[in-house]
Every structure is written in C-alpha cells, then in structure tokens.
C-alpha cells in the first residue's frame, strides 16, 4: 500500500492539461489518495490493538458476565440460566470471607512497609552519592526474580520448623513462629515477599519524583537554616503527594489481584488448612479449576472487579481530600506558590523592591 | 544543577548582591555536597536485603537435603549445587528445558509484537488527528484498571475449544499488545517529535505509513526499547495465567518452577537449585540492561 502511493502522485500531479496554475493540480488523483491515507492511516495503525482487545480482552470480560449467571457444563460447553444463585452462592461461602479478609490484610501489610521502606530509600539515593546508577541497579536486584521464585525461597526461609527466620529468632531467645499454621504470621511472610520484590521497584519511581522538585527549594530552605529531616518532611513528602498517590493505585489494583505468592506459599497451594492465606485470586481459582465450576468463578471475577473499582474511587476521594488538604496546610495552591516565586525572582531581579512578601 | 548555579558565568551575568552574600555558607549545606556515612549504611543494608534470598538459594541449593534440618547455619555454599542442578535440568516431571525455551521463546515474541504495536497506535494516537483519538485513548488507558481475572474462565473455554490450552499460543496470543504499552509510546512520542518534523515530510510527498517509518520509528527507539524491556521481564515472570492453561508437558519456566513445589519434590536443596537456575537467565539480562530498565522506571514514572 505504502508503495504504491508513492508513483500515483506523480502521473497525476502532470495529468491536468497545462498551464493553469497550482490550485487545480493539487485535486488530482494522487492528492485524492493521500488524503484518503491521512484519514484512514490512523484507524488502521490503532486497529491492531483495539481488534485483539476486542477478542482477548472485551469479550472475555463481558461473557464472563454472562457465563456467571449460569450454570455451566464443562462437557457440553454450554450452561444453563440460573439468576443471581452464583452470586448468591459465593457471598454466602465462608472461605469468600476469608478470601477477603486476607487480601485485604495482606495488601495493606505489604503496600504500608513497603512506602515507607520506598520513600525512606529514595530520600537516600536522591543525595548526592557516588555510583549513582550503581545503588538504583542494586536496589532494583529483586524486581527480576520471578514471584513464584520469590515464593518458593521465602517460603522456605519461613518454614514452621527448620526455617532460618525461625532460628534466627531462637537464637535471640524468642519463640517461632507458625508462619504456615497462624493467620496473620502467614499474612507477614507473604507481604515480606511482595515488599521484597517491590520496594526498589516503587523507589525507582518516587525517586524520579523527588529529583523533579525544584532543588531551589532546597537551596531557600538550607539559606532559611532548616536541616535535612525538616527539608524531607516540609519540601520533599508533599510534593510526592501525586506519586504517591499513584503508587497506592498501582499497588492497590495489583494487590488485590494477589495470587502468586500465597499459591507458592506451601505444597498444597490451596490457602491453607483454614484459608489462612487463601486470596480472592486462589479461591477464583480453586472454584474454576479445582471445582470445575465455571458459573461461580465467573461470578467472583465480577465481585473481585466491583471491589476494584470501589476500593479505586475511594483511593481516589481519599487522595483528592488529600491534596486538598495539603493545599491547606501550607496555605498555598499550586499556582499561589507558583504566582509566589515568580513575583520572588522579579524582585530579585528588580533588587531594589524588597519588601518583605514572604512572611 | 547546583554547579550550574554557583558557576561563575551566571554569577556574572546576574548581578546580584544577596546571591553573593548567600554563596558563602552555600557550599556545604547544598545537596551538592557528598552525604555522610548513614546514607552508605542504610544503601548497604537494602542492598544486602536485595541478595540474600538469593544467596539462600544458594546456600540451601548447593547442600544436601540434611542442610535444610541443620539448625547450626552454615553461611559458606556447600558442593551439591550441580548435582542438586541436575536433578532439576534431567528430571522428566519437571520439564525444565521445554520451559526454558517456551519462556525465551513466549517473551521474546510477546515482547516484540508489544514494542511494534504500541510504537503505531502511540504515533496514531500521538501525532494523527482523527475522529475519535482523544476518546479512544481514554478507553485505552482505562482498560488498564481491569484485572486479569475478569477475563480467564471465557479465555480458557476459548482456548479448549479451537485445542489450544497446553499449547504456548494461548500465552501468546492475549498478550501480543498492552494498553501500557500504547498509553508509553503515545506519551513519549507527543513530545520527542515535533510536529514540524512531520509537515516536513508530508511536505515532501511522503505517504502517512512513510512518515511513521522515517521519522516515527527512529524518534521512539529510546522509549521502545524500554518497552521491549519491561514487557520481556512482565512476560517471563508472568504466572497466573500460565498455570491455568498450560500444562505439566509444556510448561513456562514459572509453571515449571511450581511443579518443583508439589509432592514430587519435598527436597528443598533441589527446589532451590532448580529456583537459582532458573533466575539465571533474567539476572544475566539484569546484568546488560539493568541500567535501561532503571532510567524507564524512572521515566515512565515521571509522565504516569
């Protein structure tokens, strides 16, 4: 297609008998077909994308919807209307509770370390170290290992009985810990695998933030006599406020997907004996492919995506109050401090004006 | 940029007396300034996090299958590691190479097909106008929210019915372009091509497809091979879906990795072997792209 356009223009552009100016030349064939190239071009670069979604992504989606208000036979390929008893079922099991539970209580022990760990970090690597790109490479190590890996060591490492977290703490005299038997010593040991592997990652990005703030800041900041721990929490934790609210998102939609970790996280993989790390994710999966039971999975991915997009726009109402909030603090919008240091550098540059705006 | 603040040229050019008073006690209190000891201690510490589950792996890896009992740690690596390594590569249950090789094989596609088509519909949506572009790329970037779960049960009924599930295509196919993938190309390329550029060559007579060749692909070249990157390692550790539709005979190397974690193993110095092994791979890419992958974290976070 791309060739041929090329030679049309040509022919074309001489076709029009003569002299008669530039104007009517342009309407000739070949300005017809790239005008139909401009127009058309787009659609067809965008098509791949959206054609496969529409088949391996919206599809799905929605004939999962379809598939959840049935009850479905895995032989003959097709199911039967029941309403909303999937729904019905699912809600009323005990383990869907507990599912929930644990996703929830494995999310926030993994997202809430995790940012601290990840700020902390990153207000590290924004000094002025030596081996910059050596230290974020480092910090990065542990993004490369597969989670199921991750789980199989960490696992391991939290073994009930011979696990080396559990000597460890023999040797300083305390007693082990049940890291597969207890509920919320199992919800540790599988939010230390998802920290582990995600803490470099997200100080990555809130490090990319924090280099984007105005290093005059700091510079007014030192002038002012404020140290480093008030600059960090005075300059630098606000304007992360985005980043981070962008981070919690993230981590959000991906934690509450969570189901590698706690899949890996002993033989059996099915959550344990009283689903103590049983996770939306593994109870989906137990219901589709270890009960064969299409109709309910179905109806827990629904619940699963509800939940998503509850959990998102409260992320969102919270983030936004807290934006605001911040506005309040410090007393000024983003454009009044703007407007400020503007007006701050014109009377630098007047020099002679300087009366006092600052306090 | 602090260096570029004291440099004398802007000094100079900026005559400015409070400046100049403030430049002597400057110097130190900048972040100009090399940190202290902390800073080091605390880096350190995290980076001794970083490697020691690795250097667990290895430690557990290459004893025997008493070292997981011995309760006086040993933190030197044993011998058995290439025999423990063995068990794994050789063992029929495992699957290890098939796996290997669906992996390099599965990623390197996967990542390929992501970069091209993300690079067209991040142009299309960049730097076309047509009807439509800003609301498609919302949808684009909205479907981003939706988890994977949504989509499995249709997907796997899907892929029995045309005989596909054990087969390395049904891992392929939905993954062959990304909403992220099309949301980075298009952020990179609205502002690492300037418009000029384009009416330069449709100036010059060059077809729309010719254009993006000319002056689309060599401008998104950083941010693709970045995407190529990121999508390679998404892909490599990507387990969930895996585990549902392939199968013991031809697995990835994930899926392979968690057959090691059921009754056929309850050898831990072999599961952790055949764990160290099979991260070989993606440390190796680490080791060559590492600094790549870490300036488009950074990047991608700065426009996300």
């Known amino acids: 297609m791309t060739t041929t356009l090329q030679p049309p223009a040509n022919p074309a552009a001489s076709a029009p008998d003569g002299p008669p100016a530039r104007t009517p030349r342009r309407v000739g064939f070949g300005s017809k077909l790239s005008a139909w190239d401009l127009k058309l071009s787009p659609y067809l670069y965008i098509s791949p994308f959206f054609i496969l979604f529409i088949v391996t992504g919206l599809f799905p989606i929605l004939y999962t919807g379809v598939i959840s208000f049935m009850d479905w036979d895995q032989i003959r390929g097709s199911g039967t209307f029941v309403g909303f008893d999937q729904y019905a079922y699912v809600l009323s099991q005990p383990a869907f509770w507990d599912a929930l539970r644990n996703t929830f209580s494995i999310f926030v022990l993994s997202t809430v370390p995790q940012l601290i760990f990840a700020v902390f970090i990153a207000a590290m690597l924004d000094q002025n170290i030596r081996a910059k790109t050596l230290w974020r490479m480092g910090v990065l190590v542990p993004y490369v290992m597969a989670p199921v890996a991750v789980a199989l060591i960490f696992s391991n490492m939290f073994g009930d009985q011979y696990g080396i977290v559990n000597t460890l703490l023999g040797r300083i005299g305390l007693p082990g810990v049940g890291w597969h038997s207890d509920t919320f010593a199992s919800h540790i040991a599988i939010a230390t695998m998802v920290n582990f592997r995600w803490t470099g990652y997200n100080t990555l990005i809130l490090l990319a933030a924090m280099q984007a703030v105005p290093r005059e800041y700091y510079e007014a900041a030192t002038v002012d006599g404020a140290g480093k721990v008030r600059q ?92 605001r909030d911040e506005g309040a603090r410090d007393g000024l919008t983003r454009a009044q401090r703007r407007a400020a240091s503007r007006a701050a550098k014109q009377r630098l540059a007047a020099e002679s004006t300087g009366k006092g705006a600052r306090s | ?189 609205r502002q690492a091509v300037p418009d000029e550029l384009i009416e330069a060559a449709r100036v010059d007579g060059a077809s729309s497809f010719r254009t993006f060749l000319t002056v689309g692909v060599p401008a998104a070249r950083p941010a693709a091979a970045m995407l190529g990157l990121f999508t390679f390692v998404t892909a490599w550790n990507n387990f969930f879906w895996p585990f549902i539709v392939l199968d013991r005979q031809n697995p990835t190397l994930p899926v392979a990795l968690s057959l090691l974690q059921s009754n056929y193993f309850v050898d831990y110095s072999v599961v952790l072997a055949g764990v160290l092994l099979s991260t070989v791979p993606l440390l190796l890419l680490f080791v060559f792209a590492g600094k790549q992958l870490v300036s488009g974290i950074m990047q991608g976070a700065v426009k996300g």
């Open chain 2, 1 to 189: 940029m602090s260096v570029i603040d004291t440099s004398p040229v802007t000094a100079a050019a900026d005559p400015n007396p409070p400046q100049r008073q403030s430049r002597a006690r400057r110097p130190r209190a900048v972040r100009g300034s090399r940190p202290g000891w902390f800073v080091y201690a605390s880096l350190g510490v995290v980076l001794l996090a970083a490697i020691v589950p690795y250097y667990w792996a290895l430690l557990i890896g290459s004893g025997d299958s008493s070292t997981i009992r011995n309760t006086e740690l040993s933190w030197i690596p044993g011998g058995n590691f290439f025999t423990n390594a063995a068990a794994v590569l050789n063992n029929p249950a495992v699957n290890f190479w098939t796996g290997l090789w669906n992996s390099i094989f599965s990623s390197a596609l996967i990542a390929a097909s992501v970069v091209f088509f993300s690079t067209l519909a991040g142009w299309a949506f960049a730097k076309l106008r047509f009807r439509g572009g800003p609301w498609l790329l919302v949808f684009v970037v909205a479907t981003m929210a939706v988890p994977t779960q949504l989509g499995v049960v249709p997907l796997y009924i899907l892929f029995s019915e045309i005989g596909w599930t054990g087969q390395i295509g049904a891992i392929i196919v939905p993954a062959l372009t990304s909403a992220f993938g099309v949301f980075w190309m298009t952020q990179y390329l």
């Open chain 1, 232 to 323: 960090f929490f005075s300059i630098t934790l606000p304007s992360l406020k985005p980043t981070l609210i962008f981070v919690v998102i993230t981590s959000t939609i991906g934690g509450l997907q969570i189901f590698d970790e706690p899949r890996m996280f002993d033989q059996g993989g099915t959550g344990g004996s009283n689903n103590q790390w049983l996770t939306i994710s593994l109870y989906l999966y137990k219901l589709g492919w270890g009960e064969w039971n299409f109709g309910r999975a179905a109806a827990l991915a629904w619940i699963l995506f509800l939940i998503i997009l509850v959990i998102g726009a409260v992320n969102l109402f919270i983030s936004r109050s807290l934006v």
